[in-house]
């Protein structure tokens, strides 16, 4: 059973950084696309940034595109999954999640058109969530 789990939230004023990170633990696929999702109360989740197992390829929503940087090491037995937070805005507040994928193929991992998909059609593993709150 895959495990992700998410941590480094935390409250920040707008302009500040957090550094998220999302252990993987007992996943098996040598190549697969993992990614960083962000939810609001009442609101549909985003794609936020996601990255190919090799680190090569990357994707960035628009929103977020020169202030947040993804990145993956893949060492031992677990996967650590990063994001970058810089320049924090309020509009950043969210709970964010970690998700794997080891079917999405890595020109489709760059596309970022998974995040267009119905909820559920991509990344079946999930992390329980680490909440970020940008406020002054």
């Known amino acids: 059973q895959v495990q992700l789990v998410e941590s480094g939230g935390g409250s920040v004023q707008p302009g500040g950084s957090l550094r998220l990170s999302c252990a993987a633990s007992?996943?098996?696929?040598?190549?697969?696309?993992m990614g960083w999702f962000r939810q609001v109360s009442g609101k549909e989740r985003e794609g936020v940034a996601a990255i190919y197992s090799g680190g090569g390829v990357t994707y960035y929503a628009d929103s977020v595109k020169g202030r947040f940087t993804i990145s993956l090491d893949q060492g031992n037995a677990k996967n650590t999954l990063y994001l970058q937070m810089n320049s924090l805005k309020p509009e950043d507040t969210a709970m964010y999640f970690c998700a794997a994928d080891h079917t999405v193929e890595p020109y489709y991992c760059r596309s970022g058109s998974w995040s267009q998909a119905p909820p559920g059609y991509h990344f079946p593993n999930w992390g329980q969530g680490t909440r970020v709150t940008v406020s002054s």
């Open positions: 007992r996943y098996t696929y040598s190549t697969y696309c």
